[in-house]
T-cell receptor, first 114, second 114 residues
Framework: AQTVTQSQPEMSVQEAETVTLSCTYD???????LFWYKQPPSRQMILVIR??????QNATENRFSVNFQKAAKSFSLKISDSQLGDTAMYFC???????????FGKGTRLSVIA | DTGVSQNPRHKITKRGQNVTFRCDPI?????LYWYRQTLGQGPEFLTY????????KSRLLSDRFSAERPKGSFSTLEIQRTEQGDSAMYLC????????????FGQGTRLTVV
């Protein structure tokens, strides 16, 4: 069975600064995908960024980038130039290949402070 | 396309009553997933469908829970004889089911059992 661990229950960052959220996972699979989802207060979960395990290059999406270390089973999210709208719960998620159900971590609550 | 739609958004029920939630996935999405999210936790997988076929049920899904997707379009999740421990956010997500793509989430149904 796969597990996802997010060791930072809460974090805060000043507006315009950079913050990194940590995620580690455990799996014996070789073909899988990793995601970061954002869940703003009282709003639906939306995808921030995805990483295919077979790709060595780290994914980037505008201000969001990941540091994917496959051997260490680590998948951290870096948010640059933090904005007030980035305030949300962030969930790291694992998906075995084949559109199987996601396995989520417990989340990190990020607060961006003006 | 308006995305994944869930109804109702909120439901308050008395312990012992039955409740039913509905999820309308994104049009032409073959995969439909149900998750449960309690306060301060990440979503936990309950069950999922490929078209009308239920592919997997989590052990979290006791015999009081049943899910259907009769025509491969919308899905319903029914909880019989509700208990206070059933209080949670119930999330629905869908994906195309072809290729390994991310899931798109609805806004959820918040259930409170009193």
């Amino acid at each position: 069975a796969q597990t996802v661990t997010q060791s930072q229950p809460e974090m805060s960052v000043q507006e315009a600064e950079t913050v990194t959220l940590s995620c580690t996972y455990d799996t014996s699979e070789n073909n899988y995908y990793l995601f970061w989802y954002k869940q703003p207060p009282s709003r639906q979960m939306i995808l921030v960024i995805r990483q295919e395990a077979y790709k060595q290059q780290n994914a980037t999406e505008n201000r969001f980038s990941v540091n994917f270390q496959k051997a260490a089973k680590s998948f951290s999210l870096k948010i640059s130039d933090s904005q007030l709208g980035d305030t949300a719960m962030y969930f790291c998620a694992f998906m075995k290949a084949g559109n199987t159900p996601l396995v989520f971590g417990k989340g990190t609550r990020l607060s961006v402070i003006a | 396309d308006t995305g994944v739609s869930q109804n109702p958004r909120h439901k308050i029920t008395k312990r012992g009553q039955n409740v039913t939630f509905r999820c309308d996935p994104i049009s032409e999405h073959n995969r439909l997933y149900w998750y449960r999210q309690t306060l301060g936790q990440g979503p936990e997988f309950l069950t999922y469908f490929q078209n009308e076929a239920q592919l997997e049920k989590s052990r979290l899904l006791s015999d009081r829970f049943s899910a259907e997707r009769p025509k491969g379009s919308f899905s319903t999740l029914e909880i019989q004889r509700t208990e206070q421990g059933d209080s949670a956010m119930y999330l629905c997500a869908s994906s195309p089911g072809r290729g390994d793509t991310e899931a798109f989430f609805g806004q959820g149904t918040r259930l409170t059992v009193v």
